[in-house]
């Protein structure tokens, strides 16, 4: 048993190595080298895990997309109007991006293999679309406005998000963050988008 357990912590530092460096260098400029370093594990143990780099990266996507498994249910179980849920999510997961090095490297590593990986956004994506469809179909959303503009316009600030937080533009966090940045878009949206009533309050900051 202690033997296994120190294998699971083996593999729970390798992986963590690999998110820090496949988030910093993409899937291409991360060395196994450096992981086996920064993980304090012999390459023995690095390639007993994980046989090939491909796999590693596996591992690293299969742990960032837990983190938005958990931020999509949170979002929709909040039980919070569909359109403002949509919003809420989107806060989420920009703010689980600017915190998480495994959601970032995730990411990262989807958008730079496209041919092997799935799409990061296929962990959220579909959520959202189902979440604005059913605002349509009960009358929040204006009749103009389709559920897949809008879906494109998340996956959009989405992915800004994460070139201004992978490039240092916004600060993990606080103002000017970009899950702050997107809690001010997402105000002008739904002025622009909800069907009638009084304008929304800014959806809260998700964590």
Do not use: N
Not at 119 to 140: E, K, Y
Not at 165 to 186: D, H, M, N
Not at 191 to 207: D, K, L
């Amino acid at each position: 048993m202690r033997q296994q357990e120190r294998a699971l912590r083996t593999r729970a530092r390798i992986v963590r190595a690999a998110a820090l460096e496949m988030d910093r260098l993409g899937y291409e400029g991360a060395r196994l080298s450096r992981v086996s370093q920064a993980a304090d594990a012999s390459m023995g143990a690095v390639t007993f895990h994980f046989p090939t780099k491909r796999a590693l990266a596996e591992a690293v996507r299969e742990e960032g997309v837990a983190g938005v498994a958990a931020v999509v249910d949170r979002a929709v179980e909040a039980g919070a109007p569909r359109l403002r849920a949509v919003a809420d999510l989107t806060v989420a997961l920009a703010s689980l991006l600017e915190r998480d090095v495994a959601a970032r490297a995730a990411a990262r590593v989807a958008r730079e293999q496209p041919d092997v990986m799935e799409p990061w956004s296929g962990s959220w994506l579909p959520t959202v679309l189902d979440l604005l469809s059913r605002a349509r179909a009960d009358g929040q959303l204006r009749p103009e406005h389709c559920p897949q503009t809008l879906a494109a316009l998340v996956v959009y600030l989405l992915a800004g998000a994460e070139w201004e937080i992978r490039t240092g533009g916004a600060p993990a966090g606080g103002a000017g963050s970009a899950a702050e940045r997107l809690e001010q878009i997402w105000r002008l949206v739904l002025r622009g988008a909800a069907q009638g009533g009084p304008e929304p309050s800014p959806p809260p900051r998700m964590r």
